[in-house]
């Protein structure tokens, strides 16, 4: 099975799922949770077909965006049909290039930590793009590099969720290792086929500890909707 640096499982189910298998699945493990399902289509999804999170999300931005984590394509798409400029940055060279047949105009194959940085007014960070932060530990290098993609004035829009509902017992109490890792930083593996991804930590965040990091990293943090089930979108612009 192939478990190296090279597998990109996600990025071969929205390559099969573009070229007409549209019952792909991801098998998605983590050590929090039970083994779930992301059914691909889902990342093909149209603008009314959005959470409304994400619709609002793509309504507030503004000028040159950088959609982070472009997967298939989907927020670019809907920005760039609203008349906006985006750039689809996605680190999975097969994702790109069914973006790039589905029609994205600006498609950027690359690491977000490791591109060479370009001014962008808006960054999109939707489906717990925070995540890619992994760590509470790694979180401020990850806003410093947001910053080097940011113009003056210029904001992230992001989503995230407080997960510490998971740590909840019977009688209401939450049951968490005060001594151990922040609740939110969990571990992920993907498979598709017989591609895997090696074990990759993925961060979620409360809004109140992302304000904390957020303004001594420069930031002001909005909190501009919260849902019931505890996930939320937020603000970050530069002070």
């Not at 999300?57 to 982070?68: M, N």
């Not at 680190?91 to 690359?110: H, L």
């Not at 849902?227 to 979108?233: C, V």
Request: proline share 4%.
């Amino acid at each position: 099975m192939a478990t190296t640096h090279t597998a990109d499982p996600l990025g071969s189910a929205i390559s099969d799922y573009w070229q007409g298998n549209h019952t792909v699945e991801v098998q998605v493990f983590t050590d929090q949770a039970d083994e779930d399902v992301l059914p691909v289509s889902y990342l093909f999804r149209t603008l009314a077909e959005m959470p409304e999170r994400e619709q609002l999300a793509l309504s507030l931005c503004q000028g040159k965006v950088l959609d982070v984590g472009a997967g298939a394509g989907s927020h670019a798409l809907a920005l760039q049909e609203k008349g906006l400029t985006v750039t689809a940055l996605e680190i999975s060279a097969k994702a790109c290039a069914t973006m790039q047949a589905r029609g994205v105009d600006k498609v950027v194959c690359a690491d977000f930590f490791k591109a060479t940085p370009q001014p962008h007014n808006t960054l999109l960070l939707l489906m717990n793009g925070i995540g890619l932060a992994g760590t509470l530990d790694n979180l401020p290098l990850f806003l410093e590099t947001c910053k080097k993609w940011l113009a003056p004035g210029g904001h992230l829009l992001l989503e995230s969720s407080d997960i510490l509902y998971l740590y909840e017992e019977e009688d209401g109490s939450v049951l968490v290792d005060l001594n151990g890792d922040y609740y939110g930083e969990l571990t992920y593996v993907m498979q598709y086929k017989k591609e895997q991804t090696a074990p990759f930590p993925w961060l979620f965040i409360d809004f109140g500890l992302l304000q904390e990091f957020a303004e001594k990293a420069g930031f002001n943090a909005e909190l501009i909707r919260e849902e019931e089930d505890h996930h939320y979108l937020a603000r970050l612009s530069l002070q």
